[in-house]
């Protein structure tokens, strides 16, 4: 009999420990903190997507895959190239989503968080199958070095929280996915920069043992060391992608420069409306004043203010 007892005292005990915990999960994830257990949130072949479409507010960014590689498309069906690179960064950022808990799984909630008309919309396709669909809701940080964002499965009603991972990764900015790319050089490889205006007399500037020249005349090596200096890196976000100069249109001014590699820049029209088109971006062409008045000087800009004293 006493052992009966007992018996009946431990199973009474073992169902109210299974009650206890059962109910402290339910009211855990009521409350948004239990832990996700999935590895990722989405899963696909990135070599079989051919199509992503994102969207936020009144914004939409289309890119597509071809034998050519990803392009953007246009809102009036024209494709323009795209940086494969770029897309397959985002992609790979999106295969990584690691959820670390549920934020929350009521739809009203939603709006929280960000992750519903207002947050921004990804999908993945591999021809007409969608193999990934998620909307991206807003940040936050966790001290002064871990951050984290609020994702939801669009056909889900939970909102996850993603540590480590960035939404600006996803975005409808076209120039995000395009070669921004004018110029790049290395500085010290260069030895020669030829400047041809038709209109005015064209000049080269040579070195020769570590010193800079133009026609005999010692160049101003500061104004050469900032100018070569400027060359490193020259990127342009504004794009002519409606009537670019053809083949047929001659260029009011070119420089070439030889280092490395050799490297051409032409540059077309009138100000303010010129167009510039570097060798190492042949697929675009730019409107980017700055950029313009970076590379273009005159052989009076090289000319040391004081000859005598070279």
Not at 290 to 300: D, Q
Request: glycine share 6%; aromatic share 10%; net charge negative.
């Amino acid at each position: 009999m006493l052992r009966d007892k007992i018996n009946q005292r431990l199973l009474g005990l073992l169902l109210f420990l299974m009650l206890l915990y059962g109910a402290t999960s339910w009211i855990q994830n009521q409350s948004g903190s239990s832990k996700v257990l999935s590895t990722t949130l989405v899963h696909f072949d990135t070599a079989r997507i051919s199509r992503i479409e994102i969207s936020k507010s009144d914004e939409e960014l289309v890119l597509l895959k071809n034998e050519n590689g990803w392009h953007i498309l246009r809102e009036d069906q024209k494709e323009i190239t795209a940086v494969d690179e770029n897309v397959h960064r985002m992609m790979g950022s999106l295969m990584r989503l690691q959820p670390t808990r549920i934020a929350a799984n009521d739809p009203e909630r939603w709006k929280d968080y960000q992750v519903d008309d207002s947050g921004t919309r990804i999908r993945l396709l591999e021809g007409a199958t969608s193999r990934a669909d998620l909307v991206i809701g807003r940040g936050g940080m966790e001290g002064q070095t871990s951050f984290y964002t609020y994702v939801r499965p669009f056909d889900e009603k939970n909102v996850y929280v993603i540590e480590n991972f960035s939404g600006s990764s996803v975005t409808t900015e076209v120039n995000r996915f395009r070669d921004q790319n004018i110029l790049s050089v290395t500085p010290d490889s260069v030895h020669q920069l030829t400047f041809d205006y038709p209109d005015e007399a064209g000049f080269t500037l040579f070195k020769s043992d570590s010193v800079w020249s133009i026609d005999g005349e010692r160049a101003d090596s500061a104004v050469v060391a900032d100018y070569l200096k400027d060359l490193r890196r020259i990127r342009g976000s504004s794009f002519v992608d409606d009537h670019p100069p053809s083949s047929a249109d001659t260029p009011i001014a070119s420089l070439q420069i030889r280092g490395e590699e050799e490297v051409w820049l032409r540059l077309y029209g009138t100000s303010p409306d010129q167009i510039l088109h570097s060798s190492q971006n042949p697929s675009n062409y730019f409107s980017d004043s700055a950029a313009i008045h970076t590379l273009f000087f005159t052989k009076e800009d090289f000319l040391s203010s004081d000859i005598s004293d070279q």
